[in-house]
Protein backbone atom coordinates (compact mmCIF):
# COMPACT_ATOMS: atom_id res chain seq x y z
CA UNK A 1 0.00 0.00 0.00
CA UNK A 2 0.65 3.42 -0.86
CA UNK A 3 -0.84 6.63 0.68
CA UNK A 4 -0.22 9.64 -1.12
CA UNK A 5 -0.77 13.61 -0.99
CA UNK A 6 -0.61 16.01 -2.66
CA UNK A 7 -0.29 19.50 -2.28
CA UNK A 8 0.46 22.75 -4.19
CA UNK A 9 -2.60 23.57 -6.03
CA UNK A 10 -4.20 26.62 -6.83
CA UNK A 11 -4.96 29.74 -8.91
CA UNK A 12 -2.88 31.37 -11.24
CA UNK A 13 -2.54 34.20 -13.87
CA UNK A 14 -1.82 32.77 -17.87
CA UNK A 15 2.02 32.83 -17.44
CA UNK A 16 2.63 31.78 -14.07
CA UNK A 17 4.66 28.86 -11.92
CA UNK A 18 3.57 26.67 -9.49
CA UNK A 19 5.09 23.47 -7.83
CA UNK A 20 2.72 20.77 -6.62
CA UNK A 21 4.28 18.51 -4.04
CA UNK A 22 3.08 14.75 -4.09
CA UNK A 23 3.91 12.87 -0.61
CA UNK A 24 4.34 9.07 -0.56
CA UNK A 25 3.82 7.03 2.64
CA UNK A 26 6.60 4.72 1.53
CA UNK A 27 10.34 5.06 0.64
CA UNK A 28 10.41 5.88 -3.24
CA UNK A 29 13.46 3.34 -3.57
CA UNK A 30 10.54 0.87 -2.92
CA UNK A 31 7.95 2.41 -6.08
CA UNK A 32 8.70 1.40 -9.89
CA UNK A 33 6.97 4.42 -11.26
CA UNK A 34 5.06 7.59 -10.03
CA UNK A 35 3.45 10.59 -12.02
CA UNK A 36 1.32 13.16 -12.69
CA UNK A 37 -2.15 12.73 -14.11
CA UNK A 38 -4.58 15.41 -14.84
CA UNK A 39 -7.92 15.46 -15.49
CA UNK A 40 -10.13 18.52 -16.95
CA UNK A 41 -14.28 18.88 -17.15
CA UNK A 42 -15.40 16.76 -19.74
CA UNK A 43 -12.50 14.78 -20.62
CA UNK A 44 -10.33 12.04 -19.63
CA UNK A 45 -7.31 11.60 -17.44
CA UNK A 46 -4.11 12.15 -19.10
CA UNK A 47 -0.69 11.35 -18.25
CA UNK A 48 1.50 14.50 -17.69
CA UNK A 49 4.58 13.73 -16.77
CA UNK A 50 6.29 10.17 -14.96
CA UNK A 51 9.59 9.07 -13.97
CA UNK A 52 10.48 5.32 -13.69
CA UNK A 53 13.28 3.50 -12.46
CA UNK A 54 14.35 6.37 -10.78
CA UNK A 55 15.69 7.98 -13.94
CA UNK A 56 13.61 7.17 -17.14
CA UNK A 57 11.01 10.67 -17.13
CA UNK A 58 8.40 11.07 -19.82
CA UNK A 59 6.27 14.06 -20.41
CA UNK A 60 3.35 15.02 -22.52
CA UNK A 61 4.21 16.98 -25.63
CA UNK A 62 1.70 19.80 -24.62
CA UNK A 63 4.23 20.42 -21.23
CA UNK A 64 7.52 20.08 -22.36
CA UNK A 65 9.70 22.69 -21.96
CA UNK A 66 7.92 23.86 -19.58
CA UNK A 67 6.97 21.34 -16.75
CA UNK A 68 9.83 19.56 -14.64
CA UNK A 69 8.99 16.51 -12.86
CA UNK A 70 11.32 15.32 -9.72
CA UNK A 71 11.97 13.50 -6.60
CA UNK A 72 13.55 14.23 -3.61
CA UNK A 73 14.34 10.48 -2.16
CA UNK A 74 15.20 12.00 1.81
CA UNK A 75 11.43 13.46 1.93
CA UNK A 76 9.55 10.56 0.00
CA UNK A 77 7.84 13.13 -1.95
CA UNK A 78 8.00 13.83 -6.31
CA UNK A 79 7.39 17.40 -7.29
CA UNK A 80 5.98 18.75 -10.40
CA UNK A 81 7.56 22.46 -11.26
CA UNK A 82 4.71 24.84 -13.76
CA UNK A 83 6.10 27.07 -15.59
CA UNK A 84 4.43 29.68 -18.29
CA UNK A 85 1.53 28.20 -17.64
CA UNK A 86 -1.34 28.41 -19.63
CA UNK A 87 -5.16 28.19 -19.74
CA UNK A 88 -5.57 24.89 -20.78
CA UNK A 89 -3.40 23.46 -18.07
CA UNK A 90 -6.85 23.93 -15.83
CA UNK A 91 -7.53 20.65 -14.43
CA UNK A 92 -7.30 18.18 -11.54
CA UNK A 93 -3.85 16.66 -10.97
CA UNK A 94 -3.38 13.60 -9.65
CA UNK A 95 -0.61 11.75 -7.94
CA UNK A 96 0.02 8.41 -9.14
CA UNK A 97 2.46 5.34 -8.14
CA UNK A 98 2.82 2.35 -9.29
CA UNK A 99 4.54 -0.77 -6.98
CA UNK A 100 5.80 -3.92 -8.52
CA UNK A 101 5.87 -7.25 -6.40
CA UNK A 102 6.78 -9.97 -8.39
CA UNK A 103 4.44 -10.22 -11.36
CA UNK A 104 2.10 -8.28 -9.84
CA UNK A 105 1.79 -4.25 -10.35
CA UNK A 106 -0.42 -2.24 -8.60
CA UNK A 107 -1.33 1.81 -8.72
CA UNK A 108 -2.32 4.02 -6.34
CA UNK A 109 -3.82 7.30 -6.88
CA UNK A 110 -3.38 10.46 -4.34
CA UNK A 111 -6.66 12.76 -3.93
CA UNK A 112 -5.94 14.85 -6.76
CA UNK A 113 -4.97 18.90 -6.34
CA UNK A 114 -6.73 21.76 -8.32
CA UNK A 115 -4.82 23.85 -10.83
CA UNK A 116 -6.76 26.82 -12.38
CA UNK A 117 -5.05 29.03 -15.01
CA UNK A 118 -7.16 32.30 -15.12
CA UNK A 119 -6.51 35.87 -15.61
Known amino acids: QVQLVESGGGLVQPGGSLRLSCAASRSIFSIYAMGWYRQAPGKQRELVAAISSGSNINYADSVKGRFTISTDNAKNTMYLQMNSLKPEDTAVYYC?????????????WGQGTQVTVSS
Open 96 to 108: NAEVVVGAVSQRF
